[in-house]
């Protein structure tokens, strides 16, 4: 039953390829599941594989989505939420294919298939140098050893053997070849693949054009050249298997770690309460029990600080007796003596102003004087009385203060 699931999942991915060429690269979905799978069965063995690359597991590909938004960005991040969500699951040898749908990553400038005494070689290969393809797979390569869980780790294993194995495509080291051509010899290497044939090998001609420079080439595929992709792509794996998975130590309260709720190393919050001098939050992240500036401290009669219940500071229960209101000290009686001299000068001032201010005589105006200077003679009196009477009413004022004091 197992058996027969399996081929009809190999039908399907050769009908994506025939009728879906776009989202297909280098290699066929069959071929690209095939060099994943052989590879990991031949570093993490068999069980992995079934475990890994035979369950459909959604979850295991959200959290997928999660790294691909780290190392492709919130566009494909976005898509490959869209298809999980959808409950579309996708093998990860297949991501590149359907979720990145770069096409232009997977091609390996660094070498050319065509021989050099074939004078159309300089139209037809890339001298750039770059192979885009390995620089893709040595990302996803670079990943999967600081991943500490093993099937996020065979994931990222097979999205980079996607672009590995492409970077051995002829097709995918030239330019300008004929896109039936490609789709073409991806068909036929699937098909192969599937027969079982362990002798396998086609060869399939192929047309290049550029600015009316033609050209066709015989490329010859066999198993051995599958064979040989398997075994390069086992010995980079092999270098991830030897990184141990890292495995996040649980914390406790003798980690020696600050971390959990902990106030201070190992101590606080849930953990036991910390000794003096030991950073805190609340008195009960203290022995002591007494938490004063975040620092945990002993409470004590000469601290400072009105604390351990007493009435003020330093003094009272369980320090000495505060001192009784009567029990003045002689800072105590710094505003009242202020308060007289600011008295006395102004008193000073009032009476120095008396001495300056004519007392009035009594004038008797003479027979001649008008009645219009009477008046005003009466008027000059009056005034001199007012004067007098305020001076006097300010004394008493000052007078009745310093009967209060």
Same mark, same amino acid.
């Given at each position: 039953?197992?058996?027969?699931?399996?081929?009809?999942?190999?039908?399907?991915?050769?009908?994506?390829?025939?009728?879906?060429? &776009?989202?297909?690269?280098?290699?066929?979905?069959?071929?690209?599941?095939?060099?994943?799978?052989?590879?990991?069965?031949?570093?993490?063995?068999?069980?992995?594989?079934? =475990?890994?690359?035979?369950? =459909? &597991?959604?979850?295991?590909?959200?959290?997928?989505?999660?790294?691909?938004?780290?190392?492709?960005? =919130?566009?494909?991040?976005?898509?490959?939420?869209?298809?999980?969500?959808?409950?579309?699951?996708?093998?990860?040898? !297949?991501?590149? %294919?359907?979720?990145?749908?770069?096409?232009?990553?997977?091609?390996?400038?660094?070498?050319?298939?065509?021989?050099?005494?074939?004078?159309?070689?300089?139209?037809?290969? &890339?001298?750039?140098?770059?192979?885009?393809?390995?620089?893709?797979?040595?990302?996803?390569?670079?990943?999967?050893?600081?991943?500490?869980?093993?099937?996020? /780790?065979?994931?990222? @294993?097979?999205?980079?053997?996607?672009?590995?194995?492409?970077?051995?495509?002829?097709?995918?080291?030239?330019?300008?070849?004929?896109?039936?051509?490609?789709?073409?010899? =991806?068909?036929?290497?699937?098909?192969?693949? !599937?027969?079982?044939?362990?002798?396998?090998?086609? %060869?399939?001609?192929? %047309?290049?054009?550029? *600015?009316?420079? /033609?050209?066709?080439? /015989?490329?010859?595929?066999?198993?051995?050249?599958?064979?040989?992709?398997?075994?390069? !792509?086992?010995?980079?794996? /092999?270098?991830?298997?030897?990184?141990?998975?890292?495995?996040? *130590?649980?914390?406790?309260?003798? %980690?020696?770690?600050?971390?959990?709720?902990?106030?201070?190393?190992?101590?606080?919050?849930?953990?036991?309460?910390?000794?003096?001098?030991? &950073?805190?939050?609340?008195?009960?992240?203290?022995?002591?029990?007494?938490?004063?500036?975040?620092?945990?401290?002993?409470?004590?009669?000469?601290?400072?600080?009105?604390?351990?219940?007493?009435?003020?500071?330093?003094?009272?229960?369980?320090?000495?007796?505060?001192?009784?209101?009567?029990?003045?000290?002689?800072?105590?009686?710094?505003?009242?003596?202020?308060?007289?001299?600011?008295?006395?000068?102004?008193?000073?001032? !009032?009476?120095?102003?008396?001495?300056?201010?004519?007392?009035?005589? *009594? @004038?008797?105006?003479?027979?001649?004087?008008?009645?219009?200077?009477?008046?005003?003679?009466?008027?000059?009196?009056?005034?001199?009385?007012?004067?007098?009477?305020?001076?006097?009413?300010?004394?008493?004022?000052?007078?009745?203060?310093?009967?209060?004091?």
């Amino acid at each position: 039953m197992k058996t027969k699931k399996i081929k009809l999942a190999a039908l399907v991915l050769v009908f994506v390829c025939i009728f879906f060429p &776009n989202q297909a690269t280098a290699w066929g979905s069959e071929t690209h599941k095939y060099i994943c799978e052989k590879a990991v069965e031949e570093i993490w063995g068999r069980d992995i594989v079934d =475990e890994c690359l035979l369950t =459909e &597991n959604l979850q295991l590909q959200r959290s997928i989505c999660d790294i691909i938004k780290e190392v492709k960005g =919130e566009e494909k991040y976005r898509r490959c939420i869209e298809k999980t969500s959808q409950g579309e699951f996708i093998q990860p040898f !297949l991501i590149p %294919d359907v979720i990145f749908n770069d096409t232009e990553l997977h091609y390996d400038y660094s070498r050319c298939p065509i021989p050099e005494r074939d004078r159309t070689r300089g139209w037809f290969c &890339n001298e750039s140098g770059k192979n885009l393809a390995i620089e893709q797979s040595e990302l996803w390569f670079k990943k999967a050893k600081g991943t500490y869980d093993n099937c996020t /780790r065979v994931y990222e @294993f097979c999205i980079a053997s996607n672009y590995f194995s492409d970077s051995y495509m002829p097709l995918y080291q030239t330019m300008h070849v004929e896109e039936e051509d490609k789709n073409n010899m =991806e068909l036929r290497v699937d098909k192969a693949i !599937l027969s079982g044939d362990p002798l396998w090998g086609i %060869d399939v001609m192929c %047309d290049f054009q550029y *600015k009316g420079i /033609r050209s066709r080439q /015989r490329f010859e595929i066999k198993i051995y050249d599958i064979e040989e992709i398997i075994g390069d !792509l086992v010995e980079e794996g /092999r270098k991830i298997a030897e990184v141990k998975p890292y495995i996040p *130590k649980k914390e406790t309260c003798d %980690d020696g770690i600050k971390n959990q709720d902990e106030t201070d190393i190992d101590c606080g919050g849930s953990c036991n309460p910390c000794a003096d001098g030991m &950073n805190c939050l609340s008195n009960s992240d203290c022995i002591s029990n007494y938490c004063y500036d975040d620092t945990c401290r002993t409470p004590s009669c000469f601290d400072g600080i009105k604390n351990q219940g007493e009435e003020g500071i330093d003094c009272g229960d369980p320090c000495k007796p505060c001192p009784l209101p009567s029990e003045y000290k002689p800072m105590d009686f710094i505003p009242t003596i202020f308060l007289i001299l600011v008295i006395c000068v102004v008193t000073f001032v !009032l009476i120095k102003k008396m001495r300056h201010i004519s007392m009035p005589r *009594k @004038f008797e105006p003479k027979e001649e004087v008008s009645e219009m200077g009477k008046e005003l003679m009466e008027e000059r009196e009056k005034s001199s009385d007012g004067d007098l009477k305020g001076i006097k009413k300010q004394l008493d004022g000052i007078e009745a203060k310093l009967k209060e004091l």
